[in-house]
């Protein structure tokens, strides 16, 4: 199983930037994707999360509304799109890939997004 995430980069406050996760090595339609990020000395949380149809996503708090997750699963790919970006949203933001009813979660390497002026 490989993750690949891109797209990370330094953004302004209030600007928008989107990330991607190109996953192979395994049946992408039958995993469950998912978007954590990690700030300095903070803990892993979740972002949002997308099934694996892409017929339903839950958003972390504080995510719900600026943030949106999509996938494309005839390209192994799942995006996170991020609107009206604040200094607090700053985090490397990590893939993550669990197969529906499993406990096993897989990780992408992780793309640092920094939201700064």
């Known amino acids: 199983v490989q993750l690949v995430e891109s797209g990370g980069g330094l953004v302004q406050p209030g600007g928008s930037l989107g990330l991607s996760c190109v996953g192979s090595g395994f049946t992408f339609s039958k995993y469950v994707m998912s978007w954590y990020r990690q700030a300095p000395g903070k803990e892993r949380d979740l972002v949002a999360r997308?099934?694996?149809?892409?017929?339903?996503?839950h958003y972390g708090d504080s995510m719900n509304g600026r943030f949106a997750i999509s996938r494309d699963n005839a390209k192994n790919t799942v995006y996170l799109q991020m609107n009206s970006l604040k200094p607090e949203d700053t985090a490397v933001y990590y893939c993550?890939?669990?197969?529906?009813?499993?406990?096993?979660?897989?990780w992408g390497q992780g793309t640092q997004v920094t939201v700064s002026s």
């Open positions: 997308i099934s694996s149809s892409g017929g339903s996503t």
């Open positions: 993550s890939a669990v197969v529906v009813g499993g406990l096993l979660r897989y």
